[in-house]
């Protein structure tokens, strides 16, 4: 049971990275299997990369036992999001949206 739920933990972990990757056209550093390396090795540096890439925490403070991880006020858009009118062009500092004024 226990060697299922680490099983279960990195796969999820690896798909997860790949989908970030994927949203935001991150192209891989070196190769398509940085994603498994990265996710079994350095999971605590993959899982901070991934929510400073997707979250602007320099806006809004980090909120514990919420679905996004920020305050509930807070949307949430994504480049794929075709109503919000977000660009990469938008983007700030590394690829991060700038979602300081959609509040």
Known sequence: LDLGLIIHFFRMMIRTRRAVRDEYRIPPFC???EDV????????CTLSQMGRHTADYETYRPF????TGLPNHVEMKL???????FSIAD?????????????
């Open 37 to 44: 390396l990265c996710s079994i090795f350095c999971t605590c």
């Open 31 to 33: 190769t398509r299997s």
């Open 64 to 67: 514990c036992c919420s679905d």
């Open 79 to 85: 480049p794929s999001d075709s109503t919000s009118g």
């Open 91 to 103: 983007a700030g500092a590394g690829g991060v949206p700038n979602i300081s004024g959609m509040v």
